[in-house]
């Protein structure tokens, strides 16, 4: 049963819903192994920024649920980051998902218009994407209605397995 598309930001006791929202969302779209410890610590981060050491200026989040308590039917997980190479901060988007059974409702919509409503409240810059081999086309689709396109991510998954290394070039 879906629930009026309502985004709420996240609490404490949200995190079990989080959790099972996420491997979902890992299941359907994850391109490498999942690193349980390093979820967590993103999570807490966002759930519980109290709990952040003082001088701590690692990344901040912040979820933004819809559901009701221990019933959560789509996430959109975001955070202020920066470019490699700018020390200008924008948001960045870090997961959107949407439940299978609750897709048919306007929750993508109003996750995408909730990250919009974070950019706008912090002056930041919002940069999202789809990373999908699911209903990608739809997907797109949706963001370019609500957003202006900025690009295109590609993914080439290489000839060597998972534990190839970059190679190094040696001057002569």
Same mark, same amino acid.
């Given at each position: 049963?879906?629930?009026?598309?309502?985004?709420?930001?996240?609490?404490?006791?949200?995190?079990?819903?989080?959790?099972? !929202?996420?491997?979902? #969302?890992?299941?359907?779209?994850?391109?490498?192994?999942?690193?349980?410890?390093?979820?967590?610590?993103?999570?807490?981060?966002?759930?519980?920024?109290?709990?952040?050491?003082?001088? %701590?200026?690692?990344?901040?989040?912040?979820?933004?649920?819809?559901?009701?308590?221990? %019933?959560?039917?789509?996430?959109?997980?975001?955070?202020?980051?920066?470019?490699?190479?700018?020390?200008?901060?924008?948001?960045?988007?870090?997961?959107?998902?949407? %439940?299978?059974?609750?897709?048919?409702?306007?929750?993508?919509?109003?996750?995408?218009?909730?990250?919009?409503?974070?950019? %706008?409240?912090?002056? !930041?810059?919002?940069?999202?994407?789809?990373?999908?081999?699911?209903?990608?086309?739809?997907?797109?689709? !949706?963001?370019?209605?609500? !957003?202006?396109?900025?690009?295109?991510?590609?993914?080439?998954? #290489?000839?060597?397995?998972?534990?190839?290394?970059?190679?190094?070039?040696?001057?002569?």
């Amino acid at each position: 049963m879906t629930c009026p598309s309502i985004v709420r930001i996240a609490k404490p006791d949200d995190h079990r819903e989080i959790w099972r !929202l996420f491997l979902q #969302g890992h299941r359907e779209n994850g391109m490498f192994a999942l690193a349980p410890e390093k979820v967590q610590w993103f999570m807490t981060r966002a759930l519980a920024p109290h709990t952040i050491p003082n001088g %701590d200026t690692g990344p901040r989040g912040v979820i933004g649920v819809i559901g009701s308590d221990g %019933d959560l039917e789509a996430l959109a997980f975001v955070l202020i980051s920066e470019f490699w190479y700018s020390t200008d901060k924008h948001i960045e988007e870090l997961l959107v998902y949407v %439940d299978p059974e609750c897709r048919k409702s306007g929750h993508a919509r109003a996750l995408v218009n909730w990250m919009k409503e974070q950019s %706008d409240y912090t002056g !930041l810059k919002l940069v999202t994407g789809i990373i999908s081999n699911e209903r990608t086309e739809a997907k797109c689709r !949706l963001y370019q209605r609500l !957003l202006p396109k900025a690009g295109e991510f590609f993914v080439y998954m #290489g000839t060597k397995g998972a534990g190839a290394q970059l190679a190094t070039v040696a001057s002569s």
